[in-house]
Nanobody, 115 residues
Framework: QVQLVESGGDLVQPGGSLRLSCAAS????????MGWYRQAPGKQRELVAT???????NYADSVKGRFTIYRDNSKNTVYLQMNSLKPEDTAVYYC?????????WGQGTQVTVSP
């Protein structure tokens, strides 16, 4: 099995920054895809950012220009640098990874943006 452990969620003021981390461990052969999703209260889970093993990235329009996804393949870790945070960014952020043919999810980390 593969475990994903997220960290970095916190309470921050609007305009502030956070960096989320997601470390994969366990029986790992190849990680083809890693990404971040988020779910706000009363809303559907949405894609935030993804990165392929080759480094190709994509972002939700709502975060483009503010968030950056990074991947450290040697550490099996993906990061999400979040700048210029807005109250609407408040959500539980979930890490996702495709290891071989299986998708894995982390438990989520809470990000709250409030004055």
């Amino acid at each position: 099995q593969v475990q994903l452990v997220e960290s970095g969620g916190d309470l921050v003021q609007p305009g502030g920054s956070l960096r989320l981390s997601c470390a994969a461990s366990g029986s790992i052969s190849r990680i083809y895809y890693m990404g971040w999703y988020r779910q706000a209260p009363g809303k559907q889970r949405e894609l935030v950012a993804t990165i392929s093993s080759g480094g190709s990235t994509n972002y939700a329009d709502s975060v483009k220009g503010r968030f950056t996804i990074y991947r450290d393949n040697s550490k099996n870790t993906v990061y999400l640098q979040m700048n210029s945070l807005k109250p609407e960014d408040t959500a539980v952020y979930y890490c996702n990874a495709r290891v071989t043919t299986t998708h894995y999810w982390g438990q989520g980390t809470q990000v709250t943006v409030s004055p």
